[in-house]
């Protein structure tokens, strides 16, 4: 590629060499896949009641519909990210929104639990292709410096809003249309991005081989890793099959990092982890997915089954949420350029630890503008600022070759530290529960269907008691990313690429 190159993209001018000769499409592009892959975490959540009933689902398989797609998405995607090193970016990409699209298709016509939780499984496996490539053609797509910044911007700005637009979504497509659409709205939008990939320029190939034995290892690791911490959140981590499946896990992993060490052509450059500011970034990101996932999971909670909160009502109630990711996440990356990254993720976090430690006063009886709106507001704003610091961070200096592995560690940090999250704060909180009212959940239900109301008043109580607790841990652990990023992210601010100077 060449170092002296015309940086004007206007209609009628070459594009830097190697770069997107029209970046504006080239963004909405990327930025689509990641909202669709993202929103898809989420956006079954509201619909599992609807999907219980439909297909007469237990509660054991109900949670499978959300873990099938987190396990699979988590697992795969040093892999994904690999293969897209190898085998080209933007063929990669294409081949995991086929797969996306496809699987999406399955479980919107599926007549069984057990169809729908294979088609989430597929899905889980596109978005594993998909993303850790769909982060590597901005590396390949745009050049370092401000350029760059802004893509990374509208990413991390998807990465966050994508979430909690999967809750809106997910409430309006169950309450107005089927619970089908919350996934067959991923047709439309996945043909769209099939039909935009022709503007991505693709990247040189590593000249290595894909390492089968490893990615079996690391995966098959993962998938363990994921599987005990969600079985481990129902079961407070007690019983012998939890056990094996973490030990099973700290074996696989042990092995893939020794294969990593000494093959000439590893899945995951370990090179990329000895810098010590992007190490301590990867351990910020999954933290602020551990404290992000789980603050869904709890409000969603405290608004159905303390407020009484609909679908819809609850689905709209996240838009606050959503502002501020969408108002913070722009001014992050016009700073990113001026300041160091500890310098804007640091404070974003604290801002962000300082929202949930609100969250952590509610009560049974909370107002939503009193206390909900503002208080997800500052969470989120926090996390906006965060977001593209962080993700700059991951894939900072990393050779071109290794940016698809880098960008897979990146989120499978996240989707490990959601899954994480979700498994061992739920543990906290139905401890703290228990000790106002054994098993309040399951009384609550009860309750519910004998329309006693004073025990639903009791359950409701005890409840919150848990969400409240688990909401201040997660607080805890925001603040606790924020030192990290103060102390171990020393990375300076960013410098423009040269293949993009005049």
């Known amino acids: ?78 892999l994904g990210g690999r293969a897209g090193d190898l085998f080209g970016r933007r063929r990669v990409f294409r081949i995991g929104i086929v797969t996306f699209v496809l699987a999406s298709v399955l479980g919107g016509l599926a007549p069984n639990e057990a169809l729908l939780i294979c088609a989430r499984v597929f899905q ?7 993303a850790p490539t769909a982060l590597a053609l901005i590396a390949t797509n ?34 107005y249309l089927d619970w089908r659409w919350v996934l067959l709205v991923n047709i439309p939008i996945g043909i769209a991005v099939l039909a935009g990939t022709s503007v991505l320029e693709e990247a040189d190939r590593d000249q290595g081989k894909l390492d089968l034995v490893g990615a079996a290892a690391g995966t098959a690791g993962l998938l363990c890793l994921i599987y005990g911490v969600t079985r481990g959140g129902q079961t407070h981590f007690t019983g012998g099959l939890t ?49 992000m996932f789980s603050t869904f999971y709890f409000l969603t909670l405290y608004m159905q089954h303390v407020l009484d909160y609909g679908a819809v009502k609850t689905g709209l109630a996240y838009l606050s949420f959503s502002a501020g990711i969408g108002m913070t996440a722009p001014i992050a990356s016009k700073l990113v350029a001026k300041l160091p990254p500890r310098l804007v993720a640091g404070p974003g976090l604290l801002v962000a630890g300082t929202g949930l430690f609100w969250l952590s006063r509610l009560t049974p009886h909370s107002s939503y503008a009193g206390t909900l709106m503002p208080a997800m507001f500052i969470t989120a704003a926090g996390l ?17 070759v290794d940016s698809g592995s880098a960008s897979g560690l990146l989120n499978t940090a ?29 009384v609550y239900s009860d309750a519910v269907d004998q329309g006693d109301t004073a025990l639903v008043v009791k359950a ?19 603040v606790t990313g924020a030192l990290i990023t103060a102390f171990v992210v020393t990375a300076g601010k960013p410098e423009a690429d040269p293949r993009a100077r005049a």
């Open 124 to 130: 889980g496996v596109g978005a594993a292709v998909a």
């Open 414 to 442: 996240q989707q490990i530290g959601g899954a994480f999250g979700v498994a061992s704060l739920a543990m906290l909180a139905h401890t703290f529960a228990d000790t106002r009212l054994p098993k309040a959940g399951k």
């Open 243 to 291: 056990a094996t499946y973490f030990a099973v896990a700290a074996v696989l992993l042990v092995l893939f990092m020794e294969r990593q060490a000494r093959i000439e052509h590893p899945m995951l450059p370990l090179h990329v982890l000895k810098d010590r500011s992007r190490a301590g970034t990867y351990a910020t990101l999954f933290l602020t997915g551990l404290g």
């Open 460 to 478: 409701q109580a005890a409840m919150t008691y848990g969400f409240t607790h688990a909401l201040a841990a997660g607080a805890l652990v925001f």
């Open 384 to 400: 906006g600022l965060s977001f593209v610091p962080l993700t700059l961070g991951a894939v900072r200096g990393v050779d071109e």
């Open 1 to 78: 590629m060449s170092s002296a190159v015309p940086t004007d993209t206007r209609p009628g001018t070459a594009a830097p060499s190697g770069f997107s000769r029209r970046p504006g499409l080239a963004l909405l592009v990327i930025a689509a896949a990641e909202l669709m892959v993202v929103l898809d975490a989420t956006i079954v959540n509201i619909a599992l009641p609807s999907i219980q009933d439909a297909l007469d689902m237990s509660d054991s398989n109900l949670a499978w519909v959300v873990n099938a797609y987190a396990v699979t998405f988590g697992g795969l995607m040093l």
């Open 142 to 175: 745009f050049p370092e410096g401000k350029q760059r910044n802004r893509a990374m911007g509208t990413y991390a700005a998807m990465a966050g809003v994508g979430s909690v637009l999967g809750l809106i979504l997910g409430g309006l497509l169950t309450e």
